[in-house]
């Protein structure tokens, strides 16, 4: 009976074990049983029988001088990552996004098993920042699988194989149900809604939470019967609700878990969000949403001083070439910026139906032909 094929999926972050799983089902959905999984990953990759051997939310750190500190614990993770690779001897390695992490532990791979190919699903933001990654990853790598379609000539040109297979955030279902979200948690019909989220890091929670508050505070007075929604990211729920129930500000808000976060997402009117993922599934759902930022303030000089050359963070503003999201980050990132910025969407609904409008039509041209698990199953095969 021959071996089944081998897959070594390494994932650090929520976005990517999310990413991961996806990949895992695709793989099966092509080779049935005759496929074994092994590597590091977080509780979507478990729900699919990934047995990593350690929790990855210690690697999730944010900001240059945060990574610093947290060296030490990549690097130890980064061996131990390499060691179990070179116990599986996998047919092929696939290393998701996560770019520190993810670099070490394929310079590891390399060194220990020359012959065996590294994939890399989603590469770092050269779009943005240190376009010179483009070739550290083209020397460490033997391909790139990327979700977005600008990435492809940046990589290309620094000699690495590139396939653009899609965005599988922006496949998701994410049509909710709004009015039983509302008739559940006793919210009227015509109240206005306004979304609170946080991220999924205790970094980003940590830094935005007195913003955020802040920003509240003046529309809860300028709108008496604005109900505030805030659906939690599972890393952070517990810390966010222990941090909310000593604000004032959060006071009434309906706070609820993932699970409820597409129905939640139907009820709203506008949204204050972390960029990131979430700022993108809004944007699908087609609420407007303004979206805040904050790094330790010695990684932001560094980045704004030195390193970052984008125009906009947000992927949407990124695709359309345009702020449809209005992006407050660092210095702008003040309750009353955020409170004046979603003032504007609450008083004008011709503002709010264009920006819901733009939105939708820029993830569906983000979207791809919506295969993307699929594809990177199928460029994965190639080695196996």
């Excluded at 984008?310 to 407050?328: C, D, F, H, Q, S």
């Excluded at 979603?342 to 032909?369: N, P, Q």
């Amino acid at each position: 009976m021959p071996e089944r094929r081998k897959v070594f999926l390494v994932a650090a972050e929520r976005s990517g074990d999310a990413l991961g799983a996806g990949l895992i089902r695709a793989l099966r959905d092509r080779f049935g049983d005759d496929v074994e999984f092994s590597g590091v990953g977080g509780s979507e990759m478990t729900a699919e029988g990934l047995n990593s051997p350690f929790d990855i939310s210690e690697l999730s750190v944010l900001g240059f001088f945060e990574v610093l500190s947290a060296y030490p614990r990549v690097v130890r993770r980064a061996d131990e990552t390499a060691d179990l690779a070179e116990r599986v001897k996998p047919d092929v390695a696939v290393l998701i996004d996560s770019w520190g992490f993810t670099l070490r532990v394929a310079q590891r791979l390399k060194a220990r098993i020359p012959d065996m190919p590294v994939v890399k699903y989603v590469g770092p933001q050269v779009w943005a920042t240190r376009k010179g990654r483009a070739k550290t990853l083209a020397e460490t790598v033997d391909r790139l699988l990327t979700i977005h379609s600008f990435d492809a000539p940046i990589f290309e040109a620094a000699g690495l194989p590139t396939t653009f297979v899609g965005n599988p955030t922006l496949e998701k279902d994410i049509r909710g149900d709004g009015m039983a979200f509302r008739e559940r948690h006793g919210i009227a019909p015509d109240a206005p809604c306004l979304g609170v989220l946080f991220g999924s890091r205790m970094g980003e929670l940590t830094r935005l939470a007195d913003p955020f508050s802040a920003a509240l505070e003046k529309l809860k007075t300028r709108y008496p019967d604005l109900r505030v929604i805030i659906p939690l990211a599972a890393p952070v729920a517990g810390a966010a609700r222990e941090r909310m129930a000593a604000d004032p500000n959060f006071a009434g808000a309906v706070i609820v878990d993932e699970a409820e976060k597409r129905d939640a997402f139907a009820a709203l009117d506008v949204a204050l969000a972390c960029s990131g993922t979430v700022t993108t599934e809004l944007a699908m759902a087609g609420v407007p949403t303004v979206a805040g930022y904050r790094l330790g303030w010695a990684t932001w000089a560094l980045l704004r001083g030195l390193l970052f050359k984008g125009t906009y963070i947000t992927l949407v503003n990124i695709a359309a070439g345009k702020e449809l999201m209005p992006e407050r980050i660092q210095t702008t990132c003040t309750g009353p910026r955020l409170a004046a910025d979603i003032s504007h969407f609450l008083d004008d609904t011709d503002l709010r139906a264009r920006t819901s409008k733009a939105l939708v039509e820029t993830t569906a041209t983000m979207r791809g032909d919506g295969q993307a698990a699929a594809k990177a199953a199928a460029a994965v095969a190639e080695y196996l």
